[in-house]
């Protein structure tokens, strides 16, 4: 079984200031993949980085960057000068790759609030 | 990148009715689709998982007679919330991936607000 763990409900951030949001994984799946996505207010899920476990460098995508631990499973999402439209629910997800159609399952989701 | 759309963005039903919502894949085949359910402030709940032409499979605890999944083409699958009580009130949203392909490779539709009165 494979399970996802995010143990920061809120996080409070200034404008242009970096911020970690944890996220920390199990699984018994040899390959697996590694998702981040943004959910503002209005719903709709924002895919933001995704990490394989065997891509030998952590991702990056503009300002965001995930700090791939895979001795520790820990996939941190690592979001760069913080602007006030990042203020939104962050979920940390995974499937197995092996796993043809397998759905994501997501973690409880960090809160995150930026402040001017 | 791949497309996948969800209607209706809002929905307000009677309790008691019916309430159809559906999913499309606009611009490639979606051999399966997933459906979720999110109450406010908390996570994504797996529903069911389906697969075009076949059962949809649910996870636990899931009423399949009260959440009736059809995945009847490639492009479209549809969750029926039938006689809808205010608890079925959610955000339900739905994914799709193409079968047999790993990665990156699932998309999300817009979610369906369902407020049942």
């Known amino acids: 079984a494979q399970k996802i763990t995010q143990t920061q409900p809120g996080m409070f951030v200034q404008e242009k200031e970096a911020v970690t949001l944890d996220c920390t994984y199990d699984?018994?799946?040899?390959?697996?993949?590694l998702f981040w996505y943004k959910q503002p207010s209005s719903g709709e899920m924002i895919f933001l980085i995704y990490?394989?476990?065997?891509?030998?460098q952590n991702a990056t995508e503009g300002r965001y960057s995930l700090n791939f631990q895979k001795a520790r499973k820990s996939a941190n999402l690592v979001i760069s000068a913080s602007q006030l439209g990042d203020s939104a629910m962050y979920f940390c997800?995974?499937?197995?790759?092996?796993?043809?159609?397998?759905?994501?399952?997501f973690g409880k989701g960090t809160t995150l609030s930026v402040s001017s | 990148g791949a497309v996948v759309s969800q209607h209706p963005s809002w929905v307000i039903c009677k309790s008691g009715t019916s309430v159809k919502i559906e999913c499309r894949s606009l611009?490639?085949?979606?051999?399966?689709m997933f459906w979720y359910r999110q109450f406010p402030k908390q996570s994504l709940m797996l529903m069911a998982t389906?697969?075009?032409?076949?059962?949809?499979?649910?996870e636990q605890g899931v009423e399949k007679d009260k959440f009736l999944i059809n995945h009847a083409s490639l492009t479209l699958s549809t969750l029926t919330v039938t006689s809808a009580h205010p608890e079925d009130s959610s955000f339900y949203i739905c994914?799709?991936?193409?079968?047999?392909?790993?990665?990156?490779?699932?998309?999300f539709g817009e979610g369906s607000w369902l407020t049942v009165v």
């Open positions: 389906s697969n075009e032409g076949s059962k949809a499979t649910y």
């Open positions: 699984t018994s799946d040899p390959s697996y993949g």
């Open positions: 997800a995974m499937r197995g790759i092996n796993q043809a159609g397998t759905a994501l399952i």
């Open positions: 990490q394989g476990s065997y891509d030998q």
């Open positions: 611009d490639f085949q979606a051999t399966t």
């Open positions: 994914s799709a991936t193409i079968h047999g392909t790993s990665g990156n490779t699932i998309y």
